[in-house]
């Protein structure tokens, strides 16, 4: 073979191998695209999925790793967010007289003795009621909620039987403040009397306990609400007390007070007994309160038109074996804004007779004074309603107030509407949202609701509700003082002291209503009963505590136009 042909032979071979690497680095290359394209679509079609996933489909196992961290009983909270009611861990003190086993005694000392230590960490508790339970040898709590210091003191005692198991309790942050509204959860771990009872499947639902449960109440309104009245049942020596704050346009109830109140945190012998709630389940005859009731209702009516009219007062009204009078004398003869101001029976009594039973019945009714009242609680008592066709005498003890008894709810609420514009809403203990419209019944005419406003605002500057005066607030209201019912009639000794009141009468936003338990005479209530001393002073003292709080600041350059009633008022009274 010639040089030539040698060469042009080697180099068609690495030509050739030219060739070959060539190809194999461009199936090398493509193999590595499809790898790639595959990861490529596997990916897009994992993050498809993982996408579809968290927009369309719940993932479980996230779902039960969420619900894990949530406590198991949702939180309640005031309208402003403050906790009213919390859940968290803590531990019990449990009496385990087996956990020595055999049939010896339970315990290491005599009942005696570990009843005395338990008593050194625990002063409240009672030794010789705690030594007698010890000695039974029977299973149980010997006290909930324990702190981690003192679960460690009990351990320090070496005492097996005395266990202290970790469990999940329920805490009220504010102790007794608002327990009525709250109510509490048992030791069944379900929600008791208020707003525990109705949240109840709301709070254990896992797919919304996260979100806590918001109320009506301001705790800062509350908490006044609660003081003022403790100190006027103080001060009056009164049994019992009760109290409210209601948004008139609403309905809100931004406080609500039942005194005596007790602990939810702890549910004593003693605190069973105040659970009890005297705003939604005790009815009472409020007396003079319903007198602007129907006062509103006859010149609605038509029945009154001239205010100035005068109605004999100095004569007692004897109707079919009854008497109507007045706790003193008030002159010859009254008008309507004097009968108001010094709270006349006779002249109100006269007035309900014309309006008649039948359109003061409709009324009430419209008030909602004939059934529970609405609210979320669920311990609400029934009115006691005169049945059948009112009489006369009905109508006109109906008219000042006896002869009907209701809750001090249910006064609320009527008095929202007089002062309102004429609509009566349903109270409520669930926050609002602004802008929220809640819907109610025109009761009365929006100029007869104007017309309330100046003579409520009347009897405070002028008669008997001048101690609920508040200056800068243009408090409005009535007492009223009734004595209650007994065995072969009224009782003189036992009164009911309620103040109404709405502020301010310009423009109300808030009624609230205090009232007092069988109050007796003392030197803070210059020796009197009746509401005007004890009830119309706490409401004085109220209303410029919470005033700024719900965003109400005094203002003394505002006040009702009262010059066209101003002269028809003579001389001051009392009641």
């Given at each position: 073979m010639t040089a030539i042909a040698v060469s042009t032979a080697i180099s068609s071979g690495r030509g050739a191998?030219?060739?070959?690497?060539?190809?194999?680095?461009?199936?090398?290359?493509?193999?590595?695209?499809?790898?790639?394209?595959?990861?490529?679509l596997v990916a897009s079609a994992a993050l498809t999925r993982i996408a579809f996933l968290g927009l369309f489909e719940p993932a479980p196992a996230q779902q039960q790793f969420g619900t894990a961290l949530l406590p198991e009983r949702g939180d309640i909270v005031d309208r402003h967010g403050v906790p009213l009611a919390r859940a968290f861990p803590a531990y019990s003190l449990w009496y385990n007289p087996a956990a020595l086993g055999g049939d010896g005694p339970p315990l290491v000392r005599t009942p005696r003795e570990v009843a005395e230590s338990l008593v050194r960490i625990f002063p409240d508790l009672e030794v010789n009621a705690l030594a007698a339970r010890l000695a039974e040898g029977r299973p149980g709590y010997l006290r909930r909620r324990i702190l981690p210091e003192d679960a460690n003191r009990i351990h320090n005692l070496g005492e097996p039987a005395l266990e202290f198991p970790r469990e999940t309790e329920r805490f009220y942050p504010q102790g007794s403040m608002g327990a009525h509204v709250l109510g509490f959860v048992g030791a069944d771990g379900q929600g008791h009397v208020g707003m525990e009872q109705v949240f109840n499947d709301r709070l254990t639902d896992p797919a919304q306990r996260g979100t806590p449960a918001a109320l009506s109440i301001d705790t800062r309104v509350q908490g006044a609400l609660e003081d003022e009245l403790m100190r006027g049942m103080t001060e009056s020596n009164a049994k019992g007390a009760a109290g409210i704050v209601l948004d008139v346009e609403t309905?809100?109830?931004?406080?609500?007070?039942?005194?005596?109140?007790?602990?939810?945190?702890?549910?004593?012998?003693?605190?069973?007994?105040f659970i009890f709630n005297r705003v939604t389940n005790q009815v009472y005859e409020l007396g003079s309160t319903f007198k602007p009731i129907t006062i509103a209702a006859a010149i609605d009516a038509g029945v009154v038109t001239d205010l100035g009219h005068r109605f004999q007062s100095n004569r007692a009204l004897k109707i079919g074996g009854f008497e109507i009078k007045d706790s003193h004398a008030l002159g010859a003869s009254l008008n309507v804004p004097e009968a108001l101001i010094h709270s006349s029976n006779i002249v109100t009594a006269q007035?309900?007779?014309?309006?008649?039973?039948v359109r003061l019945n409709q009324t009430m009714r419209a008030l909602g004074m004939d059934q529970r009242a609405r609210i979320e609680l669920p311990a609400?008592?029934?009115?006691?309603?005169?049945?059948?066709?009112?009489?006369?005498?009905t109508t006109m003890t109906v008219s000042y107030g006896h002869g009907i008894a209701v809750t001090p709810l249910?006064?609320?609420?009527?008095?929202?509407?007089?002062?309102?514009?004429?609509?009566?809403?349903?109270?409520?203990?669930?926050?609002?949202?602004?802008?929220?419209?809640?819907?109610?019944?025109?009761?009365?005419?929006?100029?007869?609701?104007?017309?309330?406003?100046?003579?409520?605002?009347?009897?405070?500057?002028?008669?008997?509700?001048?101690?609920?005066?508040?200056?800068?607030?243009?408090?409005?209201?009535?007492?009223?003082?009734?004595?209650?019912?007994?065995?072969g009639g009224y009782r003189e000794s036992s009164l009911v002291a309620t103040f109404a009141?709405?502020?301010?009468?310009?423009?109300?936003?808030?009624?609230?209503i205090i009232m007092l338990d069988e109050p007796q005479g003392t030197a803070a209530t210059s020796g009197q009963r009746t509401a005007a001393f004890n009830a119309a002073p706490v409401v004085g003292r109220l209303v410029p505590r919470i005033g700024p709080l719900l965003g109400i600041m005094p203002d003394a350059t505002r006040d009702v136009d009262i010059s066209d009633l101003a002269p028809l008022v003579g001389k001051k009274g009392k009641e």
């Open positions: 191998l030219v060739n070959v690497r060539a190809r194999s680095l461009l199936v090398a290359k493509w193999r590595v695209l499809w790898v790639v394209a595959g990861f490529g309905g809100e109830v931004v406080a609500l007070a039942s005194l005596p109140s007790f602990n939810p945190n702890l549910i004593d012998r003693a605190g069973e007994g007035i309900g007779d014309q309006l008649g039973g609400r008592g029934f009115p006691l309603w005169p049945k059948g066709e009112w009489s006369r005498i249910h006064l609320a609420q009527a008095y929202a509407a007089l002062v309102n514009g004429g609509v009566w809403r349903p109270a409520t203990l669930v926050k609002v949202e602004p802008g929220q419209i809640v819907p109610g019944q025109r009761v009365f005419k929006a100029s007869t609701s104007a017309r309330m406003r100046q003579l409520l605002r009347m009897i405070v500057e002028l008669g008997t509700g001048r101690n609920a005066n508040a200056v800068g607030y243009r408090v409005g209201g009535k007492t009223g003082s009734a004595e209650k019912p007994g065995v009141a709405a502020f301010p009468m310009d423009r109300p936003r808030y009624v609230v």
